[in-house]
Structure formats: structure tokens, C-alpha cells
């Protein structure tokens, strides 16, 4: 449930940052096509990075409860 709140918090100013920055655009204020770059690029390099960690949690380090649960209940 924390985690729910944390994401919905992060999402939240996501949302608000990229309003601003397309506000900030549609008045010429700043180049919208450059900021858009960056942080798709960014995201792309975040999301890179989340699957690496994904993949070493996942499997090179194991615990010892990887056992699946069967199904007959």
C-alpha cells in the first residue's frame, strides 16, 4: 500500500512536469522538441537500467524460497 502511494506520487509530478514544460513550449518559451529529446532519452536510459537490475535480482541473486507454489490446493 506504501508503494501505491509512492508511485502515485511519483506519476503524479511526472504529469505536472510535463505540463509545465508543454505550457513553457506552447509560448515559445522553450524548445519543446529538445526537452522532449532529453527526457525520452533519459526515460529509455532509466528503463535500460531498471531491466539490468530486474535481471540480477531475478537471477543471480537467489534466495532460498524459489520454489513455485503448485497449484493443487
Do not use: C, Q
Amino acid at each position: 500500500m506504501f508503494a501505491k502511494k509512492i508511485a502515485s506520487y511519483v506519476l503524479i509530478a511526472i504529469v505536472l512536469f510535463l505540463t509545465i514544460i508543454a505550457l513553457l513550449a506552447i509560448w515559445d518559451i522553450v524548445d519543446f522538441e529538445h526537452i522532449m529529446r532529453k527526457i525520452l532519452f533519459s526515460l529509455f536510459v532509466v528503463f535500460i537500467s531498471s531491466v539490468v537490475v530486474l535481471f540480477i535480482f531475478a537471477v543471480v541473486i537467489k534466495d532460498g524460497n524459489n520454489k513455485r507454489p503448485s497449484l493443487d490446493n
